[in-house]
């Protein structure tokens, strides 16, 4: 009997098992997510024996099981024994880190890199380390790529003379035949540098890094750009001019755009790096370059980080550099034949008034501003509106009103409706800079307008904004302007227009509060339920379950019970359906 | 070999002068248990679908893979003796339906570009007229036997039986070989696929159609990046469209496309993101006193090729092909007549539609000799420093196994020897379109119609990588 008794234990466990070489990929991978209640099971000296070995060979599976398998050996430790027998994992993550798919290795290199911690030294020593030398050394480039991002856990723990050895090995990958491999070494130079003894990095990877940042491969140049970041940060102020500027200045003049791209969009960390005398020596000069690139592509890097950069500047220098070396480019980059790179010159150059003062930016920001803003993109127009907040702090918007208002009423007018939705959503802010008065002088007319929009993603943003608008301006404001003519739309003879007043009510009803709602939205809503269009009838029903809670339940029970009563003997499946939720919902049954 | 009778077409293929005559001695060897083979025991009508559309050869040369009109790709692999042997059969594309252009979409597998080595496993990438996908070719010699709940057969054990938990073990099994799908690249060309290229860096390639070429990552196939577009603002406007796209050999940043205007640019990657503006571009001036009606068509590129070395582009257009320095622009270092005597025959030839035919071009490995197809199932090679050339036949008439292949002559007017054949007795239906070299041997790949002919030079019998004798230096 105790046998039969450990049957119903043993079988949802049996079933895991089985199912790890299912036919369906779903049933494996679930297995597989499981794998930790199998080994539990099977107790660690089987899953050491058995499993685990199991595991080593089956590498021909889908990608998402090997994901799933090599994220769960990474957290196996307690499973095998704990840390005493931690390297009964490598031989699978091993396997793991040579499959040819990226996202797979990858994972197996992070589990592998969790558990090198769970290492005593000596097993360091004793296991990972040959493991990271076998991979290193493997015939197929998957191996040895996997490599490159073992080096770094392993370098701090171990004995000078493996450290010696470490070293070695990755000098040869950074050499390697296959551009993969030396991409992968590149990548994990920056990496590798921090765990490296300074005098190393001076000896050892600065000649690796001048190597790859001259390779013959573009993909392997640019990830040299990164790696030279992070062992620029390593090194004293003293060595950076002789061991690596003069290979960072190569990269800012790099033969390929996609090397000069890399350096613009690592530009801030760049300058955080070298300091504040290089930087304005060497990279204002470079900064200035990129910003004049050839590349489009580049160009539009360096403009998204022309704020950054200048706030970045030393502070004693800063004005005079940015008004003499870099708002002259600034300026040509404002009439630029790509709209790309004006677009993302627009989303960052309103954040240079804060660092240039009132003065300059009225005198010199400011023209820019208003050119941007009559830009033929309406990108690059929605990227000056959407940051006008960091002018209005520095000088108030009402300088730029004036164009402004255009510019507004151009882009709600747009025959692109994402354009119009993209304005819409400004709405709310750029009331709150300009003031009610200013508002509703020019901009109320034309979020009126937008309800009765012919997409509906525009009429269902312009409710939204509708709510927005009160909670900026108060019930009462929304009393006279608003309501009126939402409700007025009640009578259009467009069942759309008229299901957009319900749908207006449904967002305001709870801003405006109790009494508004009562004493002027309900009537009209409760008058639409004789509407000749289901869907309006339905909507109503929806709509009176969304405002009941604001109401009180006198009006709840005299006014809208009866309606929903009604709707609910409704000939129109839909609307009964409605009516009956609503009556549940609000609990007037 | 005999004295004072030989003579090496720079190295590689032997040739022997007899009477003035080239012969060579190449060997055939029939893939054994090819669907190709049928054709060569049987003289069946040959299904439309099994029609070879294109041969490349993997970068060792151990395999060669094959495409057909059907959408299937053979692998070939080469056996230790020297034979090359089916390894793996899949279909890779399947006819679909385009409902928004209301367009059929063929299955037909118009080029196959290898993968460089990633792991125990072969990678590929095939395409048909919109679609690039990419294959791994894998073998899989164990199996997990043992389950807990049923017997090997499959049938339920009784549960009172288990009493405790069995995890699979792996035994040897035959060897199995999978072709799986890894990545489908898809949605990205409005018009016809003609090239693909696998870049030096090796994660990215390029895909050309009529307009426009597209980079991608191997990695990603929900994004490609368009690199060229010739497409005008208005079709009306249309004057070339690209015939062949391909990746430089080793310089990431190099690809040369060519047009059917005959001109081949080369675009530097480096310079811009968008490659519309080429850095060189190769065109040699036409005569206007031979300038005619069909002289447009027949300069239209129909193949282009980077040699190995990587300092030469090999193109053929109808008549020849030619060979460009890439440092000379003007006109080409070498040009070679394919089949002249069909200079008096264009207008035939365009009332059929055989001027629009596709001929490929290929070098050897040391880009010594030059080969690229024919009509009437004949094929030429050049040999770039003797000038000598040699027009041989792939026929089932003439290829017997381990035959030694006989020079064939195609003569305007009257036969002076009773193998000569005249051009009026040309079969125009039976053309070579698709020719491979092994990269490192003397070994080619001719596809006619629905057979493949792999031959071999006679001096390296077994397959092994013996160079011939003699050998003069490759060229730098």
Redesign the interface.
């Known amino acids: 009997m105790a046998?039969?008794e450990?049957?119903d234990s043993?079988?949802p466990?049996?079933?895991l098992?089985?199912e790890?070489?299912n036919e369906d990929v779903q049933l494996r991978l679930n297995s597989i997510k499981k794998l930790s209640t199998i080994a539990l099971?099977?107790g660690v000296e089987?899953t050491r024996t058995?499993?685990l070995p199991?595991l080593t060979?089956?590498i021909?599976d889908e990608d998402e099981v090997l994901l799933a398998l090599a994220e769960q050996l990474g957290s196996f430790t307690v499973l095998v024994g704990g840390p005493e027998f931690v390297h009964c994992l490598l031989p699978p993550l091993e396997s793991l880190a040579?499959?040819?798919?990226?996202v797979v290795r990858d994972k197996a290199v992070e589990s592998l890199r969790k558990i090198s911690q769970e290492h005593s030294p000596v097993d360091l020593e004793v296991h990972f380390v040959p493991l990271v030398k076998r991979l290193a050394s493997g015939d197929?480039?998957?191996?040895r790529t996997s490599a490159c991002g073992l080096f770094g856990v392993c370098y701090p723990r171990v004995s000078s003379t493996v450290k010696a050895e470490i070293r070695q090995h990755f000098r040869t990958l950074c050499s390697d035949d296959?551009?993969?491999v030396r991409?992968a070494a590149s990548s994990k130079l920056g990496e590798f540098a921090k765990v490296l003894e300074l005098d190393y990095v001076k000896s050892d990877i600065i000649p690796l890094f001048t190597a790859l940042a001259s390779d013959?491969?573009?993909?392997v140049r640019l990830l040299a750009v990164e790696a030279g970041v992070s062992i620029a940060a390593l090194l004293p102020q003293e060595d950076l001019e002789d061991l690596v500027m003069p290979t960072l200045r190569q990269a800012a003049e790099?033969?390929?755009?996609?090397v000069r791209y890399m350096v613009a969009d690592k530009f801030s960390e760049l300058q955080k790096a070298v300091g504040p005398e290089i930087t304005k020596n060497d990279l204002v000069p470079a900064f200035q370059n990129l910003l004049k690139d050839?590349?489009?592509?580049v160009r539009t890097a360096a403009a998204n980080k022309v704020k950054v950069f200048c706030e970045s500047l030393p502070e004693d220098s800063r004005e005079t550099i940015i008004m003499t070396h870099i708002l002259p480019c600034v300026k040509e980059l404002v009439s630029d034949t790509n709209q790309h790179v004006k677009s993302a010159l627009a989303s960052v150059i309103m954040g240079l008034s804060t660092i240039l003062g009132k003065d300059n930016t009225v005198e010199h920001l400011l023209p820019l501003f208003l050119v941007q803003l009559k830009d033929e993109y309406p990108e690059v127009r929605l990227n000056i509106i959407s940051n006008l907040d960091c002018v209005n702090e520095v000088i108030g918007i009402r300088q730029l009103s004036q164009s402004l208002l255009p510019a507004i009423v151009e882009l709600a007018e747009d025959a692109k409706w994402r354009v119009r939705l993209a304005i819409i959503e400004y709405m709310p802010l750029l009331a709150g800079q300009l003031g009610v008065e200013f508002f509703d002088e020019k901009l109320n007319s034309l979020c009126m307008a937008w309800l009765i929009d012919h997409v509906y993603a525009i009429r269902e943003a312009a409710t939204c904004n509708l709510m927005k608008l009160v909670e900026k301006f108060g019930a009462e404001w929304a009393q006279n302007t608003i309501v009126p003519k939402v409700l007025g739309m009640a009578n259009d003879s467009n069942y759309l227009h008229r299901m957009t007043t319900l749908f207006c009510i449904n967002a305001l009803s709870e801003v405006c509060g109790q009494e508004i709602t009562t004493k002027h939205m309900l009537p009209v809503v409760l008058k639409m339920s004789t509407d000749q269009v289901a869907n309006v009838r339905f909507n109503v029903a929806r709509c009176l379950q969304k405002i009941g809670p604001v109401l009180d339940s006198s009006a709840l029970q005299a006014e809208v019970k009866p309606v929903l009563e009604k709707l609910a003997t409704d000939q129109d499946m839909d609307v009964k359906y409605f009516a009956l939720e609503a009556i549940s919902v609000l609990a007037l049954a | 070999m005999s004295s004072g009778c030989l003579f090496v077409l720079r190295g590689f293929l032997c040739l022997i002068i007899k009477d003035g005559n080239l012969s060579l001695f190449l060997r055939l060897l029939v893939p054994c248990s090819s669907p190709y083979e049928i054709y060569l025991f049987f003289n069946l009508v040959c299904d439309p679908a099994d029609v070879i559309s294109t041969v490349e050869f993997n970068q060792t040369g151990e395999f060669l893979a094959t495409g057909d009109k059907g959408g299937r790709v053979v692998i070939f692999q080469r056996e230790p003796q020297g034979e090359y042997n089916v390894y793996s059969t899949f279909q890779s594309h399947e006819p679909e339906f385009d409902y928004l252009k209301s367009l059929e979409i063929e299955e037909k597998i118009n080029k196959i570009r290898w993968l460089?080595?990633?792991?125990?496993?072969h990678?590929l990438l095939s395409t048909n007229d919109k679609t690039v996908k990419l294959w791994?070719v894998?073998e899989?010699d164990?199996r997990?036997e043992g389950?807990?709940?049923?017997d090997e057969e499959g049938r339920l054990k009784d549960?009172?039986t288990?009493?405790?938990?069995?995890?699979?073990?792996?035994r040897p099994m035959d060897l199995l070989v999978e072709a799986s799908p890894?990545r489908v690249f898809a949605n990205a060309h409005a018009y016809h696929i003609n090239s693909i290229s696998v870049n030096?860096?090796?994660?990215t390639y390029l895909s050309a159609d009529d307009l426009r070429i597209n980079l991608w990552h191997l990695?990603i196939t929900d994004r490609s990046f368009n690199i060229v577009d010739l497409k005008p603002e208005n079709m009306e406007d249309l004057s070339e469209v690209i015939t062949v796209a391909e990746f430089h050999p080793?310089?990431?940043?190099l690809l040369a496309f060519s047009s059917s205007t005959g001109t081949t640019r080369l675009c530097d990657?480096?310079?811009?993101?968008l490659c519309d503006q080429h850095a060189k571009l190769f065109e040699e001036a036409v005569d206007p006193s031979r300038r005619s009606f069909f002289s447009e068509i027949v300069s239209s590129v129909s193949d282009v090729k980077f040699s190995h070395s990587g300092r030469y582009l090999l193109t053929r257009d109808y008549l020849t092909v030619k060979v460009w320095d890439l440092n000379m622009e003007n006109k080409p270092v070498e040009t070679y007549q394919v089949h002249d005597y069909l200079q008096t025959k264009l207008c035939s030839l365009y009332e059929s539609d055989c001027i629009f035919d596709k001929f490929e071009c290929t070098w050897n490995g040391t880009d010594s000799v030059i080969m690229t197809g024919a009509y009437n199932n004949y094929f030429r090679m050049f040999d770039r420093a003797s000038l000598r050339d040699v027009t041989l036949e792939a026929s089932r008439e003439v290829c017997k196994r381990r035959a030694v292949l006989q020079p064939r002559r195609v003569c305007v007017g009257k036969k002076r020897k009773e193998t000569d054949v005249s051009v009026d007795s040309l079969d125009f239906r039976k053309k070579i379109l698709h020719t491979a070299w092994h990269p490192k041997e003397n070994i080619i790949a001719i596809a006619a119609s629905n057979n493949l002919y792999i031959f071999q030079d006679r001096l390296t019998p077994n397959g092994h990588h013996n160079m011939p004798e003699i050998q003069s230096a490759p060229p730098k």
């Open positions: 046998g039969a450990g049957d043993l079988y466990i049996a079933v098992i089985d790890l070489r099971a099977l089987r058995e499993l199991f060979d089956t021909y040579t499959v040819e798919e990226t197929w480039f998957t191996s296959t551009p993969m991409r013959e491969q573009d993909s790099d033969k390929s755009w996609r050839c590349e489009a592509e | 460089p080595p990633h792991n125990p496993a990678f791994k894998s899989k164990k997990a389950y807990n709940l049923r549960l009172s288990i009493t405790t938990l069995q995890v699979p073990v792996l890894r030096s860096d090796c994660e990695n080793h310089h990431c940043h990657m480096r310079a811009r993101a």
